[in-house]
Structures are given as C-alpha cells and as structure tokens.
C-alpha cells in the first residue's frame, strides 16, 4: 500500500497560513484518494478535507472557505492549504489514502501517515 509522510506543520499566529504536504513514499495508483484529518488533545479525531472519487472536493462546513486540499500524482503528494488559521485549527494533522472503490468515511482508509502538528496562536 501507498506510505504516507506528512509535513509542513508547526507554529503560526492566528490568521497566518500554512500548507502541509503528504508525500507518497510508494507508487501512488490511480485509483487511490487522499485526505486530511486533524485531532485535538481530548477530541475526537475529525475530517477536514477529502477527495470524492470523481475527483471533487469535501469539507468540514468550518472549514470551508479556509481550507483546500489538492493532489498531485506527479510530484507524488497531496496538499492542504491552510488560510485564516485560528486557535481551534490547532492539533495533530493527519493524512490518509484509501482506495476508490471504499467508502470515503475514516473506517474506509488504510493508510495513514503519522501526523504533523500545528499549532496557531
């Protein structure tokens, strides 16, 4: 299976941005799709951004508008750019492939990277 590697993470102010990245360290497939998770200490683990299997993007309703994930076979990595970033989007970032024909909810992906964090101040 694909090998995920999340980075990119780390401290910024509120209303700041960062972009994080999730690189494949395998062959990633044509049929397979990324995306984002975040946790914070004492939370549940929650979706942020998910690509639907025609290609489309999904968002938390917070995030939309602020959030945008992309990916990009060629370079072997997938993206979530984050804007106007606030205390609350602080925690573990993960990112997660699953193959087209699972269903695009957590229990449907089985790959998973080890996270990088952010904090915003």
């Known amino acids: 299976h694909v090998q995920l590697v999340e980075s990119g993470g780390g401290s910024v102010q509120a209303g700041g941005s960062l972009r994080l990245s999730c690189a494949f360290e395998?062959?990633?497939?044509?049929?397979?799709?990324m995306a984002w998770f975040r946790q914070a200490p004492g939370k549940e683990r929650e979706g942020v951004a998910s690509l639907a299997s025609d290609g489309s993007s999904i968002y938390a309703n917070s995030l939309k508008g602020r959030f945008s994930i992309s990916h990009d076979s060629a370079k072997k990595t997938a993206y979530l750019e984050m804007n106007t970033l606030k205390p609350e989007d602080s925690g573990m970032y993960y990112c997660?492939?699953?193959?087209?024909?699972?269903?695009?909810?957590?229990?449907?992906?089985?790959?998973w990277g080890q996270g990088t964090q952010v904090t915003v101040s």
């Open positions: 395998a062959y990633t497939p044509a049929n397979v799709r």
């Open positions: 997660a492939a699953r193959d087209v024909g699972c269903r695009n909810v957590p229990e449907g992906f089985n790959t």
